[in-house]
């Protein structure tokens, strides 16, 4: 087939969009407001590349030219040598540097390339052996822009091109950090405009949850799975937590079936469980069952307080809660903007810590008029191991992420967006020959500060100019023909006044034109054009 | 070669960088600034993908999976059908759709982006036949954001990703609109900060140097290039505007010389010609020496016509600029902002008309001290054709780009740039005892409207604390012990000041510190911050 019989049909790469104004300005409202807030509290403002190296991004490493996990990923057009783990060239037995074309990837989040900026940051300090766990330096910084997810599978509304707008601080173990995480995501979803009680900041301790597995004994267990491979620990641990995780979803019943025997998905298809013994699985229901449901932070430390565990890191988490409860208490941060959810997961395996999501509690109808959450809009947590993959050297950090696309879809569905901006003021262009004439009224309403725009369309029609203003919500258009000029007066079409439904009841024409259509004088436009625009 | 035993260096790909706070600030001035002038003429805000399908951007129709043409291209993980020019999907014999993995393209530019935007909104009347020249839609957007090339030679300086700032007017003819684009050009550069007289906008029309082209004949000829082939009156056209493109920077001479016999580069390499003959290159010549040197558009416009060119596409190219001269006298735009420059070619082949560039006549010196100018910071141009690739429908466009990056060079290198914006006040950490008592002073500084960051770092010490402080140009340091708690008071060091040149020159330690550090009353402290920072 050759590629001329192809056609070049203008289309989008699936899951893939234009972005139209009206949008546009709910984007930028949140990068705005909530960028306010982060600088604020210290964080400043980088930016790092759409691409980057794959193996630099961590998550993925591929041998082939496609990829299957999430990741767009190609190979570099520039052959560049290859590196040792110490930094230097490989070289073949001929003494000859060996060169590739590395993979490259977009990135999937804004988390993995701030890891390869600060330890390239290191780097050099790094390859001299002066750097070690205790003279890691402290970075704060907050940064937006798309990300992209190769997702084989699609849902309504969701896309391969994302924003995010995250905020992080590297080098830091104090876990007041994290607290100041919380108030940050609160404050943010203040400054953009959702109300209190609207929104709630969730915060629970990956170390909770895994202590509390330890406690009860799920790495002394053995499990062989449907393929006949026998688990480790850490492998059960993190199966349970994903099934944990849909608690929010499938409701605690469900959960513990597929804990225990499997059970049926909505749609009745068999999901395999993980047949964990009655024993094990009657202890992580008694615990979800306790922290089902609504409660203060107040209870819910007694609560995990009188579960009485024993171990370790099950006790340190429980204490870094205690830490951030007496610090949110101390600024006033109370229950009903942030709380704890001991069930919480986050989805990341990297986290270690502490970890956080902002969940909206707005409902909205969907196109069949069913009603539905919007559910996460923000996540984030503490990851301290995430540097360490690139340096050998930990640098405890924590931070997160509002999903900016997400933020923009809740305030458009439940109609939370700001009144769509004023459109320029149309000049509607009857006659070439009075271009200049035109071109002289626009830029005097420039320099009053307003925005106008002068018709350059192919359709001259009066109907067609009016509608296209219609469309850009243009408040105001300017008549002149010659008559006019002559006449030294400007007629003024109120577009807004137009379509205002109580002057759809008017039924005189003639009124109704009175009313919408005013003759001003040439030398008071400008102040008539202010006033008519600030009513 | 096992994957283990590479190095993962942290490292950015080749002609990418970070973009650090300072750089960000000049970055985002010029967008909002340029942004605003825009949409003041009526241009909204729209985005569209990071990535297209390669063949919608037009300009590379690959068949291997790695790129030569300076575009980053990859193959689509997803397999999608392959569609005929009617838009109807192509099947094999077995009546099978034929499925193919598409060809990916990270943007080179936003206006081929546009061209596919604008060809998708009009799909569906055209796949009805709907749509001809007559009934095309006026489409007015700006739009900002990286784009990629893959410049196998790189000049330092010069990257891979880089932003762009278009505007652009699609489905007009009227030769104002490119009047306006130079209007827009200049009054952009001035809310930048730029100051009128180091910059200056040039126009020409390629429909002027086509026509003179013409009419000297170099359509008739014929030339046998180098590899034996016989050309074209077209491809002698590029050729010729190719080599005239060059006569900013290698002068008349070397021109007239690469149009004759050839020439020797700088560096001596020998640089073939393109053997015209001597009437030919004597009239280029000529023409070349009576635009070269600075003159007023009236001077140029008598110049042009002067030269009494019968052709028509000349006298037409003409024309546009006489009217884009009026307009531009009758709205008081003058030859200090905007001047015509007939010698003036553009890169871009798609232009078919008036053609613009912004040029700076500022000069820094290099790292070397040497005197060096910046150039062109913007083009732009009239491109009637671009839409036609795509629907077969011709829809007339003009528009210009903003080179953001080159922008902010300037800015930097010409110190133009504004005062770092100031960093947050610092509050120094001396115990983690006292951090609520920190957090509470933080939350009423940021509640009076002022940036505030707690230290977090691993390194304890003052001195440390500080450093990151001035680092991050923190105006205010706050120092706050077990003592000052009990004494009700607050010592605030003036960061700025310390390290104000003045300050230097005291010898005495403590009348240093007397000026640089004071204690505060708690209760005034607020206060104190909100008039030292104003100062």
Known sequence: MSDNKRGIIPRKIKGFRDIYPELNQLRWKIITKAGEVYKKYGYEHWDTPI????????????????????VYSFRNPEKEPVYKKNGEELRDKWNKVIMDNHHLSLRYDLTAPLARLYSENLWSQFLKNNIN???????????????????????PGRFREFWQLDFDTVGTNNITADAEVCMILSDAMEAIGLKRETYIVNVNNRKILKGFLREIGIFEIKIIDDKNISQNGEEIEQDILRIIDKVDKIGIKEVVKELGKGRKDSSGA?????KLTENIIEKIEKYLTTFNGISTRTEIINNLNKLSIKDKIFNEGLDELIIIDKLLNDIGYKDDRIAFLPTMVRGMAYYTGPVFEVNSMQKYKDEKGRERKVGAICGGGRYDGLVEKLIGIKAPATGASIGVDRLAELLYLTKQKDKLENGPVFIVVFDDNLMSEYQKIAAEIRNAGIKTEIYYGTQKGLRKQLTYADKKNCPLAILIGEDEIKQG?????????GKDKKMQDIKDRKIWRAKVQKQVKRENLISYIIETIEK
Chains 1, 2 share one sequence.
Do not use: S
Not at 57 to 63: I, R
Not at 270 to 274: A, D, F, N, V
């Open 270 to 274: 068999k999901i395999i469980g993980l």
């Open 51 to 70: 691409i980057e190296y794959a193996d630099c991004l961590g998550k993925y490493m591929p041998d082939r030219d496609t990829i299957e996990e999430g």
């Open 133 to 155: 766990e205790k003279k890691i330096p402290l970075f704060r910084r907050y940064q937006f822009g798309q990300v992209f997810r190769y997702e084989t599978k699609l849902d």
């Open 489 to 497: 007066i400007v007629t003024v079409k109120n577009l807004k006044l």
